[in-house]
């Protein structure tokens, strides 16, 4: 398969799991570590050493005391969403090459902290990330909510067939599942510094609207709206 090129100005849905489908985040701290390595490793500079300890980012304040000057962003980070074996990224490319770097620095170092941690060897991901450009008006208004709906296959997997037996359950979980940025798109601090949401919020009304549209999603779906992004899935 050509490799795909990457064009600035462009948003691709990134994603990618761990290899052999196996689990890539065990605890919290791994979690943390990755958030934190979203906001650290998106800038055209080096990273910083990231010799912290694990309180140091357990909160909705990563990035808000970074000692370095302003950063130049590889990417816009529009959403993102992490899984136990896998992530997910809504990315815009802000630099040529931005998003190979970003995904690169990522994977390196989280993969360092995690064979470190966990005293492995190897490669932790399956292989080079994939990655889909958005380029119809379809996959753009469903791919935030698709990423966003993902942890409901710990709960719910049935929502992937258009079935959801209770969808008030089902918000309720998304918005106490702190890894993704659900929550900061229908108004929850959680890790505000990660993501860039001005074009979205723009498109979807504000934060308010945003959680009455999705959850208009949940309370109507069908085939129809899994069919649309049925090429961007990952089981």
């Known amino acids: ?56 980012i357990r909160s909705h ?50 993969a360092m902290y995690f064979n470190q941690k966990y005293r492995r060897v190897g490669g932790l991901f399956q292989g080079r990330f994939k990655a889909v450009l958005v380029n119809q008006d379809t996959h753009f208004i469903h791919l935030p909510y698709y ?16 079935e959801l037996n209770d969808y008030k359950k089902a918000m309720d979980f998304l918005e106490n599942y702190r890894w993704s940025s659900f929550l900061d798109y229908i108004g929850k601090n959680n890790f505000p510094s990660v993501t860039q949401r001005e074009f979205l919020m723009k498109f979807f009304n504000g934060p308010q609207e945003y959680k009455k549209q999705i959850t208009e999603w949940l309370k109507t779906l069908n085939t129809e709206n899994i069919q649309e992004i049925k090429d961007i899935k990952i089981d």
């Open 61 to 110: 304040k990563i990035g808000i005391e970074r000692k370095r000057g302003s950063r130049k962003l590889l990417v816009r980070i529009l959403a993102f969403c992490l899984m136990p074996n896998h992530f997910h990224l809504l990315l815009e490319q802000r630099q040529d090459s931005g998003i190979s770097e970003f995904i690169r620095k990522l994977g390196i170092g989280y």
């Open 147 to 162: 990423i966003h709906l993902n942890p409901l296959d710990l709960v719910a997997r049935e929502w992937r067939k258009g």
């Open 1 to 56: 398969m050509e490799r795909l090129r990457f064009v600035n100005n462009q948003i691709y849905h990134v994603y990618n799991r761990g290899v052999e489908n196996r689990k890539i985040f065990l605890d919290e701290d791994d979690y943390f570590r990755f958030i934190h390595n979203l906001f650290e490793f998106n800038d055209t500079e080096p990273a910083l050493n990231l010799y912290y300890k694990s309180y140091e």
